[in-house]
């Protein structure tokens, strides 16, 4: 499942979008089903929003995709190969940005992110400061390259993520929760880079957001999990108006001063 190559923002090499495709999938973490059945694919070169209430699956279901986690039943393929092998993921360049950021605070910002090409020897070190300090200037954070992950602010540690991200030069980027922590400015920045990844370099991209406005914003379909079960799957103008009233409930909570849910949670 690939599509015509087109150049990557980074190398300038070519490059080509992967799809994903998700068939039955449900994990079990002891007795607990954190997955249940779920099915969807995404197509490459797409922007695939997936949102849901905390607790819901969203991490465990990326975590599947990168090959972190393993399906307790169903199957996970990332262009047409088995995530959860060796293989797939030494021929298909994807790239995780941790809800946490995942960072080394042992090593500078900018061996943060000069790690990935070292490690594959994919350029030399001229070449890889030129990406690194790229991707630093794309995200506001040229100023930050010499100090450690554990000096700056949360909203800062998500962008060196993202950066470090986009360094690796990924066919398919994942995301969890890229906005989250982030001002006004920088998340509409974000989903700026997410749908130019898309537009210009054909990048597939698969975000877990409780964004609403990137969400309705940039993505081709959306996808909400609740309770591990897949129960809407659709475009953002069908999300305007959802038809499911779990869906618009989640999506479009009204705030009632009278009624107030933390009552109806303490009975
Ligand atoms: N390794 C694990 N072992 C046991 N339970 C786990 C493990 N990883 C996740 N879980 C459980 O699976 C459920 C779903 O977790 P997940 O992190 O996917 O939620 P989420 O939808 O990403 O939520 P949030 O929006 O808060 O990030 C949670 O109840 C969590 O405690
Ligand atoms: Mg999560």
Do not use: C, W
């Given at each position: 499942m690939t599509c015509s190559p087109t150049r990557n923002p980074f190398t300038h090499t070519e490059t080509a979008a992967v799809g994903v495709a998700i068939e039955g999938l449900s994990k079990n973490f002891g007795c607990f089903e954190v997955l249940k059945n779920v099915t969807f694919s995404v197509e490459p070169g797409e922007i695939f929003v997936l949102m849901g209430p905390s607790g819901s699956g969203k991490s465990v279901l990326l975590k599947h995709i990168v090959g972190l986690e393993k399906p307790t039943a169903g199957r996970v393929t990332v262009d047409g190969r088995d995530a959860s092998s060796e293989t797939t993921r030494e021929q298909v360049r994807l790239a995780l940005v941790f809800q946490s950021g995942a960072l080394f605070n042992s090593l500078s910002v900018y061996d943060n992110l000069a790690l990935y090409p070292?490690?594959?020897?994919?350029?030399?070190?001229?070449?890889?400061?030129?990406?690194?300090?790229?991707?630093?200037?794309?995200?506001?954070?040229?100023?930050?390259?010499?100090?450690?992950?554990?000096e700056l602010s949360g909203g800062m540690k998500k962008r060196v993520a993202i950066a470090r991200g986009l360094v690796m030069e990924p066919q398919l980027?994942?995301?969890?929760?890229?906005?989250?922590?982030?001002?006004?400015?920088?998340?509409?920045?974000?989903?700026?880079?997410?749908?130019?990844?898309?537009?210009?370099?054909?990048?597939?991209?698969?975000?877990?957001?409780?964004?609403?406005?990137?969400?309705?914003?940039?993505?081709?379909?959306?996808?909400?999990?609740?309770?591990?079960?897949?129960?809407?799957?659709?475009?953002?103008?069908?999300?305007?108006?959802?038809?499911?009233?779990?869906?618009?409930?989640?999506?479009?909570?009204?705030?009632?001063?009278?009624?107030?849910?933390?009552?109806?949670?303490?009975?």
């Open positions: 070292r490690e594959h020897q994919v350029a030399d070190e001229a070449a890889i400061r030129e990406k690194v300090m790229r991707a630093l200037q794309i995200l506001s954070l040229e100023g930050t390259a010499h100090k450690s992950p554990s980027m994942l995301y969890d929760e890229p906005t989250s922590e982030l001002d006004p400015v920088m998340s509409a920045t974000i989903t700026e880079i997410i749908a130019t990844l898309k537009d210009e370099y054909h990048v597939t991209s698969i975000v877990v957001s409780h964004d609403r406005e990137l969400a309705l914003g940039i993505a081709d379909r959306v996808g909400i999990l609740m309770g591990g079960e897949l129960v809407s799957l659709g475009t953002p103008a069908e999300l305007r108006a959802p038809k499911d009233p779990r869906v618009a409930e989640f999506l479009y909570p009204k705030i009632d001063l009278k009624n107030p849910r933390f009552k109806k949670l303490e009975t």
